[in-house]
Structures are given as structure tokens and as C-alpha cells.
């Protein structure tokens, strides 16, 4: 019989006409149906088109109803294999629930105009500030009131007197003054300095900034409020009477609670009746005092007028409704609120979290696409195609996406919320309301289905090009390897490594070359893109090298355990769950160790440039207390009992030694250019003692050495570039720090006090021969130094340091240098008797203690509370005139948060590990039951498991650890970024990590629970 | 038996791996199925008969040699074309039933209808009416672990025949069936062949064999005899009448 084909009008015209048109069901019909011309003549017929025949493109609602299909498989295969979802629902939903709950929080700091106007203004309608005398072109931010400008070009005038509030507004108009203070109270244990605020603070007016809580408003000078939390501190209760020491002693009644909404509830704060705690008006200070108007409203033209007379203001009408920016004149400051950069913490936070969500999640999608690979080619064999396929898993990733969207949102707001609620501590300006911000929590959501869809991405794509006959018959065969990944990966690494130690060479070039180019400048993006973009690279790379990898591990445990050898094979033969799951590891312990190596780069920068007070552990109390005041420095005031210090000292920690030191004060008001009564009358004649540098000892780069040039304040010149490294400016103390004491006075014992060791042979010999100990190299020429009177008016512009000067009389000693084992700020030392036969004019100035041992903190605060009690030992507003310093050395801040990144870091590679071993588990049910067939035993699932969690976390954690010291050791290059490795944490990460993980999994692997039920399909 | 030849082998030779280690699964087979004919094919395991019904159904492409069906070369055609195939004209029945566990029966038997795009009605419709021809309407909206294996078949053929479907390949349809749950299943397919469909049914058994009208035999990968069974009634009467 010969054949007879039937030409098919065209199997693509089919899929053009609508599907719908078709109403034929039976096969009897249909066939009636057909038009004479379907049949075709054949292959001849087909070549002749000259190519391959393709369908045309399906039209979108057939693709739409594809993507239905889909996404009812993917979410009813979710529900049904509820253990795997519930898992990836996890994963997605911990990034998305700590960035939702970071924008809950970051939003709630952020206030709304309403909540700006009620706790900076209650319920007043404006609130000035003098901050400068008139001003015509000044002008401020319509929004920000500590943002103005006294216009261009031009400092505020101070010639003129500032404007008093009061004269600025009609007469009448009610105006209430508030200053911030402090006071000493006697406390139920002891005295206390408290924060105060003068003025009616108590004002209805001012209402949601203080609320008035119980009681009243002081009536008199005599009556005080305070808040909540500061009755206990004071030992006392409302009515209650107590006791002020400064800045004037009397007695106060407590007539009511008041409460700072600005200020947590735990703040003891205490308000009085303007003048009443300070004894001034706030005509007196005027520029720091707040000036509240409840009753005038402020528009903006008015605001400007104030200006023009040296006041801001925060003006209720203007905050409600602002002028245009373009006619405001004067650009508001750049808006970098604790909102915005939370959110970018929260970010790149997240962004991490994603990623390693996305490797996890991939390897559970991987063992997900494995079960249903029947099923997929089971859609294949009804007319899907690849495309299709490729829908059903990614559309799981879409699903479970989502549901992990809605637990994460759900999660981080109800955690945002308590967080919240333990933090705020009735601070109305830490949060100031609950704000939700609905449209990120979308595209938080929208994040968590792109986090999901793109963990499915991959192992959907792999899917879909799975062999369809064998997936039908339930074989299972193992992925390809693939020769060109390795290739690329390998490139890519290499490339990676370069890169990023490129980049850190550069950034050190860079700054080193330029000591110009400053932090910020655009150049320095260039080795800062490198030095990320090369690590990421890296890392990419080692993913695509990850099965050769795994592949090379097989192959050297070929001839291990039986365990050892299945494991590796079985990670090496599933690439789609190991790797990722090493792949997670390995970019955590990356972070985890970059992050590490920075912290004790920095701890050990700043261990460099720290600068010590004494030898470690001394006790140190400076006898002397320089006052500050708004006009600059005050008077020299001086500690009188320097023996009571001593007593206090030894009564709060065990001292070795203690001396009193003496030293040749040096005049800090003149050489800091201050006016002084020494510049005229008597004093005009008298004369300071300051040590003399040498002129060959004299640092190049400073003014008045002999080699100094212009071009050396060009940091690319070679001559800057030497003198970097000359010896003479490596310690500036001795040209650079004036009105700190240099020269000290004393016997062997105050020297070795100093020294924090004993003094050399020699510096004992010329102290009592009658010379000098210098304490740096640079003061000492010829084995002899010299000391320099000066007059105050040859002081007043600086530190005489020009050779050629000629002071009031020179005194050369003999000299030896003895240096500490750190610099310290002390110049030189003299005996007592040479002092004297020079004509030093010396007086106690400290008192250095040594100790048995580093005082503990329980010491230090005994011995700062014993300071505190000393009598005398306060200086009006300026606080105590005292106190005690412990020498610690530079604090070891790094510690803490190496381990605690060691921490975080164990708990992610164990999540890591977690998933992927219970993925592994789950994926090979069917070779377990087939082991515990064969007879194999729980030993044997044990080093199965031992070994399973070593090959994938150990080599992730090694190859992580290798990748995150690549950047630091790249910018350790640069000199400010020592490379510092913090090698104990990082082999406990690199090495610990997985063994201990390996034990875990060695000790919670379960009997075997052999099934004779076949797997699912789904 | 129409004179329609709705498939066609021609010289197709399937072999796996290259050189020494290479595997022949089929050695130019030749084969036609008209409409209303059922073929059975039947030899020992590895004899080719399942890539046979693969390469039938444009999930395989051979080796060499040709595969028609109603009159379209598969080697001319793309992957998305062959699937629109499988979509419209063949339709695969397997030993393990393979119903989609997420997918009520309705739904499995609309698959392919709705992967064509056909209007959702119109397509529960279409798959009630095929759901209604293996008896199976009251079990519609059941998911297939709620169904029998007997019940999961049939509604496997009932999705091999949606629509406009008239090529049914059937690989052990009865495998994994009781022997009369298996008759019911032949049966149905023996009714969808006589209605103008065209099929063939690989088995090894003769029993099963017997409800075909031509019997293939193959061993290793060739034809080596075939024998058209003369009435299907008399062979099965001693069986039903034990």
C-alpha cells in the first residue's frame, strides 16, 4: 500500500488560528471538518521552505495562560511539599523582615512637620535664637533653624551689641526664655552634677515638648521640678527639699514632675525659674538661651526681618508652609537624614542577605526542580515547551517569593514595633510616631518575589533542559560537566585577585603620591571600584569553578573511608545543591574575615597614632586646670593639696609608687595668643623657660629651621617626601605643643616615674652631676642641651623656634637622652638642685602614681568617685578642677567585634550548612534506603554526614577566609590601613567552623528511615 | 482500519554514546499506523521498544532515518513546533499513569488544551467530554493521589485523547495495573481506535497484544517479524469466559 500523506494546512497556521474557533471534541468530527487541501505531499513540500520550520510566536493570551498554569502548579506543589517551602519562605523572609523593619524604625525617627512643630515647639508659635549681633544680608533655612548664613563674603559683625528678644517684638508680647545648665545636688549617696534647664519649662504652652506630670510650676527661686527618674537619683520625693552645692548652696523644694518629651525617661534633669539655679538672666547670655513666642505668629517675611537682626527662628507658620525654595535665597542644608542612611546600612545589609538567600534558596529549588523533573517532563510530553517548563519552577520562585514578602513585612513590623517599644524610653524625638511607609513596604515586597523568582532562576533553567525521556522513566542521571565554566572561572578568579590587589596598591599610591588628594576625591573611586569589584569577581569565579572543584576533592578522597568517598562524590555529583551552599559559606566567611582584618587594621592604625599619658597602668592627676571660657582661655587654676590626691590615690588602687611632680608651668594664654595681663604692666618683664631645639635638630618641614623651604609644604615634593622619614619630625612635641609643661623637676624617682623604667646609668649620672635628661633625641646636641628664657611679648606670637632669635639669657647643661617606651608629653628633666641653680621657677603640677597591677573598673570608679569628693574640688561651671586618668593604652576595641562577627558568621555557615545538608539528606532518601539495603549501619550515615558538612563548609570557609584577605591585604598598601590579621579568629573560622560543623552534623544524623514508597513525582 | 497513515517510520535508527562504547536502540525500523489501527509492539527488555515509542512521539530524535506524523517531518520541524504536536495530535499513555499530583483530573486532561491556549470553559468542557468517554466525569475535581490506578490510567487516556488528539502512544499502559483494571484500560483504547484514532501499545504481554490489530516484534533494536492478529473477540473470549 502505498503511503498517503495528508498535508496539514500548516501546523504553525494552527497555532495562528484562534484555538477557540475549534468547537470540534470527537475525532470523528474533527476529521470531517478538515478542508481537502490539509494534506501535504510531504518532505519535498517541507525542504522546500529551505529551512527548519518554526510556529509563530504565541499569542499573549496563550502565554498567559501558560503563566496560569504555572503558577497553579508552582503554588499548589508549594503546599504540598510544605517542609521545603516553609523553608525557602524562611530564607527569603529573614532579609526582607530586617529590612522592613529597619524602614519601620529609620521612618519613625524621621519627623512629620506636625511632629517637628510639637516637640521642638509644643504648642508655641516660634522659637528664636540670637546668634549674632544685626546682619543685614543674613539669612537661614526656612526649616532648619541652626542652618543660616550672615550672608555672603562676610563675617558677623562684631562691633555691634546683640539684639535682646524682647526689643525685637512689640511691647507686651510674651516671650519665654529657657537655658540649659548644670547644678550639683547631694544625692541619696553622694553629689551629683545634673543637667538643668532655667525658664518656665512648665508653660502650658510648651506642652508635647515638657508635660507637666504631677505638681505644679515653681512659684519662687526656691521651688524646682525635675523629672521622673531623677527623685530616686536625689533620694527624694515630690515636696520633698534638697540640697544644691553649686553654683550656689541652698535649699530647693521639689513641687512638680516634668517631662522632657526631647529627652529619654531615664534623664535627671532639673527646672527652676530663670536666674534661680545660675544666678544670671538670660539678657546675660543671650546666645545660649532658646526664646519660645506662644502667642505672635512668625510668617516667613517676618522671619527674614529677624534675621536682619542677628536671630533664627523655627516658626510654626513657616514650618507648616514653607516659601519656595527659589525664593527662599539660600539653599537648605543636603538632606542626609538617619532615615536615609539607615536605609542604606539596611540595604547593603540586605543586599547580602539576598545574595546568600539566593544561593540557599537556589540549592533547595535545585532538589525541588529534581522531584519534579517527572512532573515537568510529564508537561513536556503533553506539548509543552522549554519555555514553559521553565515557567513552572520559576513561577515557584515567584510564589514562595511572595509568601516570604508577607512574612518578612509581617515579621519586621512586628519586630520594628517592639524594637521600638524597648529603645524609645519615652523619647518623643527617637521616634517620633509610628510610621509605616507603605509604598517601600511594596517594594520590600515586590524585593522578596525578585529574591525568590531569581533564587529559582537557575535551577529553572537547568530544568528545562533536563532529558525528558529519562526524567519519564524516574531515572536520575547527573549534570554534564562542563568544560568551559571552569575556564571562565578560573579567568575570572585570577582577574578578580589582580583587581583587587590593584586597587589597593593604587589607593596607596594614590594617596601617597598625592598626601594631597584628599579622602572624597573622585580619583580614589577608581582603586575603590577595583577593590570591590575584584573580590566579587573572585568569588564569581570560584562558584564556576566550584564542581571542578568539588570534583578534585572527589578525586583525593578516592582512596578515604567509605564515608569520606561517598560524601565527596555524592557533593561532587550534585553541584546544584553543594555548590551554592559552599558557595554561601564561602562569601560569608569572605565578609567575615575582610571584616575582621579592617577592625584590627584599625585598631591597629589607631594603636600607631595613639598618644600616651604615662607608662601603663600610672595613675596620673594633673594638679592644675585650665578654664575655658566663651572668649577662650580662663585663668590657670591650681589644686592646692597635692598630698590629699596622693592619699585619695591610694586609697582606690594599689599603688607601687607615688610621686609628686614638679615642672616649669609655661604661660599657655601667650603662646596661645590670648591677651594677658602679662603682655603689660609688672608682669611685662618677666621671663619663661622653654627648652631650645638646635637648629640641626630642628624638624626640615617646620618654619624657622634653617633647611625649611616653600616647596616643602608641597606633600608630593621630594623634600616634604623626606622629611616624612627624617628622624627630627617623626615626635612633634617639642616644636609643636606649647603651654604643655616641658621641662619637669625632680629626683631619680620622679624620672624613673616618667620614664616607667628605671633611668639609665647615664641619665642618672648627668641628673646628679647637674644636667639634663632629655626625653627626645631632638633637644640633645653634643651631648648637651640648652633652656631659653623668653619674654612674654616675644611669646605672644607662638613658640620661639628662629635660631636667630635672641632670648633674655641661655643656660646650656650636659645632656643625655633617656626615652620612655612611648613618647609622652614631657620635654625634659632636671634635678631639683640644677632647677634651682639655673633660677627655674617650678611648682607642683602633678601627681603620677604606679600600680601593682591595672586598676580595675570597680577601682577606677572608686577612685573617680574619690576625686569627686575631694574638697575644693570644683570650679564653678567649668565642673571639677581635678581628676584622675588610669593609662590603659590604646582600648583593644577591635576584640569584641572580631568575635562577634566570628559569631555571626558561625550562625550563617551553620544555617548555610544546615540547608544544604538537609537538602542533601532530603535529595538522597533514595541512596540511603539503598545503603541501609546493603547493610550499611549508622556509623556509616554518620561520616556520610561528617564528611558531607566538611567538603562543602570546609572548602567554602578556606576559600572565603583566602578571598577576604586579598582586600585587606591590598589596603594594607596604604600605611593608614595596616594589614592586621586577626589570625586566631580567622582559623577558628576557617578551620574550626566546618569541623565543629561536621561534628554537629555527625552527631544529629538520624536512623535511617528506609521506605519502600516511591518518591513522588511533585 | 483506514488507509490514513497517521505515522510513519522511516529507516530510524537510535544509538547511544560514541565509538567502542556506543549502543544501538534501534536498527532501521521501519513501522506505519493508519487510523483506526492499533499496533502492538512486544519483545524482551532493551529490545528498543520504548525509544521506539519515544522517538514516535518527537521526545527522541533519532539518529538517522525519518519520523512523519500526519504528514509532518519531525526533522524539519524546531523543539517548539514538535511540542505543538504533542500538544494537538499524539497523545502519550505511561505504565506510571504520570498525572501532574498538583492538578485535579479535569485539569491534567485539559493540560494540553490550555497549554495551546484554548479558552479555560471551553477546554474544561472538551476535557469533561474526554473524561465522560472513560467514565470518569464524577471524579473530575479529584487530585490523581485520591484516585486508583485504574482510574489515574484512564484519565491519562482520557488526556492522550482530548481535543483533536489522534495518535496515542501507549508504553506499558497496564503495567502497574491489576489484570482487570488493565482490560478496562485496553478497552478504552481499543474504543478510541475504533472511533478513528491510530496507536500503538507496547507490551510484553500477549494477552495485551491480542487487543491489537498488528503485532510487532523487535529485538535488538530491529524488527524481526510482525503478524496481524485476526479477531480480537476470539482471543479474548477464552479470557473473559475463564
Same mark, same amino acid.
Given at each position: ?15 495562528? =488560528? ?13 476529521? !470531517? =471538518? ?74 519613625? @525617627? ?85 543637667? !538643668?534647664?532655667?525658664?518656665? /519649662? ?43 552645692? /553649686? ?93 536615609? $542612611? ?45 519555555? =514553559? ?19 518578612? $513585612? ?117 582603586? $575603590? ?38 560524601? /565527596? ?87 607601687? *609608687? ?31 623657660? @622653654? ?13 624657622? /629651621? ?46 624613673? @616615674? ?89 611648682? *607642683? ?74 537538602? !542533601? ?98 | ?39 502492538? $509492539? ?197 479470557? =473473559?469466559?475463564?
Amino acid at each position: 500500500m502505498k503511503p498517503r500523506y495528508r498535508r496539514r494546512r500548516s501546523a504553525h497556521a494552527a497555532d495562528a =488560528t484562534e484555538p477557540d474557533d475549534r468547537t470540534e471534541v470527537s475525532i470523528h468530527s474533527f476529521l !470531517a =471538518t478538515r478542508p481537502a487541501d490539509y494534506y501535504s505531499a510531504g518532505r519535498e513540500a517541507t525542504e522546500k521552505r529551505g529551512r527548519v520550520s518554526r510556529p509563530p510566536r504565541p499569542s499573549l493570551r496563550t502565554r498567559l495562560a501558560r503563566q496560569r498554569i504555572a503558577l497553579t502548579i508552582a503554588r499548589r506543589t508549594s503546599i504540598h511539599a510544605i517542609g521545603r517551602s516553609a523553608l525557602i519562605i524562611a530564607m527569603v523572609a529573614l532579609p526582607v523582615a530586617g529590612l522592613a523593619g529597619v524602614a519601620l524604625v529609620g521612618d519613625s @525617627m524621621t519627623p512629620t512637620v506636625a511632629e517637628t512643630i510639637t516637640t521642638e515647639l509644643g504648642n508655641t508659635q516660634a522659637r528664636i535664637r540670637i546668634v549674632t549681633s544685626p546682619s543685614p544680608k543674613m539669612v537661614q533655612s526656612p526649616t532648619v533653624q541652626d542652618w543660616w548664613s550672615s550672608g555672603p563674603d562676610e563675617s558677623p559683625s562684631q562691633a555691634t551689641e546683640l539684639r535682646e528678644p524682647a526689643s525685637l517684638f512689640p511691647a507686651g508680647t510674651r516671650i519665654l526664655p529657657l537655658y540649659s545648665t548644670s547644678v550639683t545636688a547631694t544625692t541619696a549617696t553622694g553629689i551629683a552634677h545634673l543637667e !538643668a534647664i532655667e525658664g518656665p /519649662s512648665w508653660d502650658p504652652s510648651l506642652a508635647g515638648h515638657f508635660d507637666v506630670i504631677d505638681g505644679r510650676g515653681p512659684l519662687t527661686d526656691q521651688e524646682i521640678m525635675v523629672t521622673a527618674s531623677t527623685l530616686p537619683r536625689l533620694g527624694a520625693e515630690l515636696g520633698d527639699t534638697v540640697k544644691l552645692a /553649686s553654683p550656689a548652696p541652698e535649699s530647693v523644694t521639689i513641687v512638680g514632675i516634668l517631662d522632657n518629651q526631647t529627652e529619654s525617661d531615664s534623664t535627671q534633669m532639673i527646672f527652676g525659674r530663670e536666674g534661680a539655679l545660675s544666678g544670671k538672666s538670660a539678657a546675660e547670655r543671650l546666645r545660649q538661651t532658646d526664646f519660645y513666642v506662644p502667642d505672635t505668629s512668625l510668617n516667613w517675611a517676618e522671619v527674614q526681618a529677624l534675621n536682619k537682626e542677628g536671630a533664627t527662628v523655627l516658626s510654626r507658620a513657616v514650618l507648616s508652609n514653607p516659601p519656595a525654595p527659589e525664593t527662599v535665597g539660600f539653599s537648605a542644608p543636603p538632606f542626609a537624614s538617619s532615615f536615609l $542612611i539607615l536605609l542604606f546600612v539596611g540595604a547593603i545589609a540586605a543586599g547580602f542577605g539576598a545574595f546568600e538567600v539566593i544561593l540557599l534558596a537556589g540549592a533547595a529549588f535545585t532538589v525541588t526542580a529534581r522531584q519534579q523533573q517527572r512532573t515537568l517532563a510529564t508537561i513536556a510530553s503533553v506539548g509543552a515547551t522549554r519555555s =514553559t517548563l521553565f515557567r513552572v519552577l520559576s513561577s515557584s520562585g515567584i510564589v514562595l517569593g511572595a509568601f516570604g514578602g508577607i512574612v518578612g $513585612i509581617a515579621v519586621g513590623i512586628a519586630g520594628g514595633a517592639v524594637f521600638m517599644a524597648l529603645t524609645g524610653e519615652g523619647n518623643a524625638t527617637r521616634y517620633f510616631g509610628f510610621h509605616l511607609p507603605w509604598l517601600l513596604m511594596l517594594a520590600i515586597a515586590a524585593f522578596a518575589v525578585v529574591i525568590g523568582w531569581l533564587s529559582a532562576l537557575m535551577p529553572a533553567r537547568n530544568a528545562s533542559r533536563f532529558d525528558i525521556v529519562s526524567a519519564l522513566r524516574g531515572a536520575r542521571r547527573p549534570p554534564v560537566p562542563s568544560i568551559r565554566r571552569p575556564v571562565v572561572g578560573l579567568i575570572l578568579l585570577i582577574l578578580g585577585v589582580t583587581l583587587g590587589l590593584g586597587g589597593g596598591v593604587l589607593f596607596a599610591v594614590l594617596l601617597e603620591a598625592g598626601r594631597g588628594v584628599p579622602y572624597g576625591h573622585p580619583l580614589l573611586w577608581v582603586p $575603590i571600584v577595583l577593590l570591590i569589584a575584584g573580590p566579587i569577581l573572585a568569588q564569581l569565579g570560584v562558584v564556576l569553578c566550584g564542581p571542578l572543584l568539588l570534583r578534585g576533592a572527589a578525586r583525593l578522597m578516592r582512596h578515604s573511608g567509605v564515608g569520606a568517598r561517598l560524601a /565527596s562524590q555524592d557533593a561532587a555529583r550534585n553541584p546544584g545543591r553543594s555548590v551554592p551552599a559552599l558557595a554561601a559559606t564561602m562569601t560569608t566567611i569572605f565578609v567575615a574575615v575582610f571584616a575582621m582584618s579592617m577592625m584590627a587594621s584599625a585598631e591597629q592604625s589607631s594603636a600607631q597614632h595613639y598618644q600616651y599619658g604615662a607608662a601603663l597602668g600610672v595613675v596620673q592627676v594633673r594638679l592644675t586646670h585650665q578654664v575655658w571660657t566663651n572668649d577662650g582661655l580662663g585663668p590657670l587654676l591650681r589644686y592646692p593639696d597635692p598630698s590629699l590626691v596622693g592619699d585619695t590615690i591610694r586609697s582606690s588602687v594599689d599603688v607601687a *609608687d607615688l610621686r609628686i611632680l614638679a615642672s616649669v608651668n609655661e604661660p599657655a594664654d601667650i603662646l596661645n595668643g590670648q591677651q594677658s595681663p602679662a603682655l603689660s604692666g609688672s608682669d611685662a618683664a618677666k621671663t619663661y623657660a @622653654m627648652p631650645v631645639i638646635p637648629a640641626e635638630n630642628l624638624c626640615p618641614s617646620v618654619p624657622g /629651621s634653617t633647611e625649611y623651604t616653600d616647596a616643602i609644604e608641597d606633600p608630593a615634593s621630594e623634600a616634604a617626601k623626606a622629611a616624612r622619614t627624617d628622624w627630627r619630625c617623626q615626635d612633634s612635641f617639642p616644636w609643636e605643643s606649647f603651654g604643655v609643661d616641658h621641662i619637669w623637676v625632680g629626683d631619680t624617682a620622679d624620672l624613673a @616615674m616618667i620614664l616607667g623604667h628605671a633611668p639609665t646609668d647615664d641619665a642618672q649620672r648627668v641628673l646628679a652631676e647637674g644636667g639634663a635628661v632629655s626625653f627626645y633625641p631632638s633637644y640633645v646636641a653634643n651631648s648637651q642641651l640648652s633652656i631659653s628664657w623668653w619674654s612674654a611679648s616675644q611669646l605672644a606670637n607662638g613658640p620661639v623656634l628662629d635660631p636667630k632669635a635672641n632670648p633674655a639669657r641661655t643656660v646650656t647643661l650636659d645632656a643625655v637622652v633617656d626615652q620612655p617606651v612611648h613618647p609622652l608629653y614631657f620635654g625634659l628633666f632636671v634635678s631639683n638642685k640644677t632647677a634651682d641653680a639655673i633660677g627655674l621657677d617650678y611648682q *607642683d603640677s602633678m601627681v603620677m602614681a604606679s600600680t601593682k597591677r591595672m586598676p580595675t573598673d570597680a577601682q577606677s570608679d572608686a577612685l573617680t568617685q574619690a576625686m569627686l569628693n575631694l574638697p575644693d574640688n570644683r570650679s564653678s561651671e567649668q565642673g571639677t578642677l581635678i581628676a584622675a586618668q588610669i593609662e590603659r593604652g590604646p582600648a583593644p576595641f577591635a576584640e569584641p567585634w572580631v568575635w562577634g562577627l566570628v559569631g555571626l558568621s558561625a550562625l550563617i555557615a551553620i544555617a548555610a550548612a544546615a540547608v544544604a545538608i538537609g537538602l !542533601a539528606r532530603f535529595d538522597g532518601r533514595q541512596d540511603d534506603a539503598t545503603l541501609s539495603s546493603l547493610g550499611a549501619g549508622r556509623r556509616l550515615r554518620r561520616n556520610f554526614a561528617f564528611w558531607q558538612a566538611l567538603v562543602i563548609t570546609g572548602a567554602g570557609a578556606v576559600l572565603g577566609a583566602g578571598m577576604g584577605l586579598v582586600p585587606a591585604l591590598a589596603l594594607g598598601a596604604n600605611p593608614d590601613t595596616p594589614f592586621a590579621a586577626p589570625w586566631l579568629q580567622i582559623g577558628l573560622t576557617a578551620v574550626a567552623l566546618p569541623l565543629a560543623i561536621a561534628c554537629g552534623s555527625w552527631l544529629f544524623t538520624r536512623r535511617s528511615r528506609v521506605s519502600a514508597r516511591r518518591v513522588t513525582i511533585a | 482500519m483506514s488507509d490514513e497513515l497517521l505515522l510513519q517510520l522511516d529507516g530510524v535508527s537510535m544509538q547511544y554514546g560514541k565509538g567502542e562504547t556506543a549502543i544501538t536502540a534501534l536498527s532501521g525500523v521501519d513501522l506505519q499506523v493508519h487510523a483506526g489501527e492499533l499496533v502492538a $509492539i512486544m519483545g524482551a527488555s532493551g529490545s528498543g521498544k520504548s525509544t521506539l515509542l519515544t522517538i514516535a512521539g518527537g521526545l527522541t530524535t533519532p539518529t538517522s532515518g525519518e519520523v512523519i506524523v500526519e504528514g509532518e517531518w519531525l526533522s524539519t520541524m524546531a523543539a517548539a513546533g514538535i511540542a505543538a504536536l504533542r500538544r494537538r495530535t499524539l497523545g502519550f499513555v505511561f505504565q506510571d499513569f504520570n498525572l501532574i499530583p498538583a492538578l485535579t483530573a479535569l485539569e491534567n486532561v485539559t493540560l494540553p488544551l490550555e497549554l495551546d491556549g484554548w479558552k479555560r470553559r471551553k477546554a474544561r468542557s472538551v476535557g469533561l467530554d474526554a473524561l465522560c468517554a472513560v467514565e470518569l466525569t464524577d471524579r473530575a475535581d479529584r487530585f490523581p493521589d485520591d484516585l486508583s490506578g485504574g482510574q489515574q490510567q484512564r484519565v491519562a487516556i482520557a488526556r492522550a485523547i482530548v481535543g483533536t488528539r489522534r495518535l496515542i502512544l501507549a508504553d506499558e499502559p497496564t503495567g502497574a495495573l491489576d489484570s482487570t483494571t488493565g482490560e478496562v484500560v485496553l478497552r478504552m483504547l481499543r474504543g478510541r481506535v475504533d472511533n478513528g484514532a491510530g496507536g500503538i501499545l507496547v507490551t510484553h504481554d500477549a494477552r495485551h497484544a491480542a487487543w491489537a490489530d498488528r503485532i510487532v516484534f523487535q529485538r535488538d533494536g530491529r524488527i524481526i517479524d510482525e503478524s496481524a492478529v485476526p479477531s480480537v473477540d476470539q482471543l479474548l473470549i477464552p479470557a =473473559t469466559g475463564a
